[in-house]
């Protein structure tokens, strides 16, 4: 939470299931689950992930799903079981990062959110 904090952005903590915690939070005009996932020694946190479920009026097809993948080299693209498009981020916290890394990581994720929003209303 004093990541958010230093970084600005606004978030909501929503619940917390054995070693995983779940935040809302706002990445500009798209709210998003993030994750974080700490190993049960010593509570050390090893995983950061962004996840977005899109409401969309013409859903994409995994053909455009798997372009995104093949293209993009950051957020994975995938068709969740409700048949919407989502997108995934994740950030790897081994061996310790700084807070420059974590901001960088969360506005990286607050610009592929825009773009894929884009990209696949787009036909």
Do not use: M
């Not at 974080?36 to 455009?64: A, G």
């Not at 981020?89 to 959110?113: A, Q």
Request: net charge positive.
């Amino acid at each position: 939470e004093q990541i958010f904090n230093q970084i600005g952005i606004l978030y909501r903590k929503r619940d917390t299931q054995e070693r995983i915690t779940y935040y809302v939070a706002d990445f500009g005009k798209h709210r998003a689950l993030v994750t974080l996932s700490c190993t049960e020694k010593e509570n050390i946190c090893d995983v950061i992930s962004v996840y977005k479920q899109f409401d969309v009026t013409n859903q994409p097809d995994l053909r455009k799903i798997n372009e995104w993948n093949i293209s993009k080299g950051f957020g994975t693209a995938l068709i969740d079981e409700t048949g919407k498009p989502v997108i995934k981020s994740r950030y790897g916290l081994y061996g310790g990062v700084s807070l420059k890394s974590v901001r960088f990581f969360f506005l990286l994720s607050g610009y592929v959110l825009d773009e894929f929003a884009k990209y696949i209303e787009t036909p």
